[in-house]
């Protein structure tokens, strides 16, 4: 099969762009060069309708990134072109940036459950950093009587947690097996989300780069993911199917997990959601220009799972080649 979709890409209107090429003319041509049927926009963006937005989203709006669409009037002929959006789910406050007014804008979501990088907003600290930031935060308090416990408090939180292990004698939690479940804990509870579960009846819907622990060192993924057990997939998977969900075939983190997809764990992990019922959609998660070119690795990862055109989401089923 020959993946001619990719509806996971980021240009300028995401902050985490560097590619100053990454206009969405730019993409739209580089798309149609490689002979592709559907293009799919999906920058980050969160909801300014919903409250508890990080700073890093402050200006990563639905009315901001609708500045995008209008190149959509030049697509090249024979690309099928569809205005999506990479929103965030926060599972520490089971919070979804995306309401179902704002869903309305798109014609797909993608929602990542796994930006573990993204700590006490998708994963709590270690329980040793949390410790060793409480305790900079007395020893603040006892130094500077004079202010706020707001201002203590926000003095604190503003160290990072690199900033904090140094302070760790000795780590004693297990940090494989707590990402590991911080993830798996993460995807169950988007699952029962409220917000998350009235958009999945409005609008196709995909997890972006499902089970791929984002902050994780990228040679050390497939140790990660050994943890997560078989029974666990399917549980998590079985709930996303009846759904209705998709999960999304991510190509850049199943080649930072092993190009070699014959020792690459996230072939076990889709398999495990084609066993339960999950439909998928493939996306490069391109940042620039060049990186378009990842979808000619999407072949191998069908032939590997052995999907065919009713394997994958309708939103995208037309869009390959037998």
Known sequence: MKILHDIHTHNLFSSCCTDYTASTDA???????????????????????????????????????????????HAPAGLRVLFGAETEYYACRDLLGMSEEGAAHFDYLLVPHSHLHMRNEVMWEFPEVIEARGAIRERLRAAFPELSDKQVTAMAAALKEP????????????????????????????????????????????????????????AEKNDYLKLLTDDVL?????????????????????????????????????????????????????????????????????????????????????????
């Open 27 to 73: 993409y739209l041509q580089k798309e149609a060069a490689l002979g592709m049927r559907l293009f799919g926009l999906s920058n980050h963006i969160w909801d300014e309708r919903v409250k508890g937005m990080s700073y890093w989203y402050r200006t990563q709006t639905i009315a901001r990134a609708e500045e995008a669409k209008n190149a959509f009037a």
């Open 163 to 218: 900033d904090l292990l140094p302070l760790v004698p000795e780590l004693r939690t297990e940090a494989h097996a707590y990402i590991v479940k911080a993830m798996t804990d993460s995807f169950l509870s988007l699952m029962e989300n409220a917000a998350f579960r009235k958009i999945c009846g409005r609008l196709p819907v995909s997890v972006a780069h499902p089970f791929s622990p984002c902050g994780v060192p990228h």
């Open 234 to 322: 399917t549980d998590c998977f079985s709930r996303a199917a009846a759904l209705g969900v998709a999960m999304e075939i991510n190509i850049s983190a199943v080649r930072e997990v092993n190009p070699d997809l014959s020792d690459n764990q996230m072939i076990r992990i889709f398999t495990r959601a084609k066993e339960a019922g999950c439909r998928f959609t493939f996306g490069t998660d391109s940042h620039s220009v060049k990186g378009l070119e990842l979808i000619s690795f999407g072949g191998e990862i069908a032939q590997a799972l052995g999907l065919g055109r009713s394997d994958l989401s309708e939103l995208v089923a037309d869009a390959v080649e037998l």
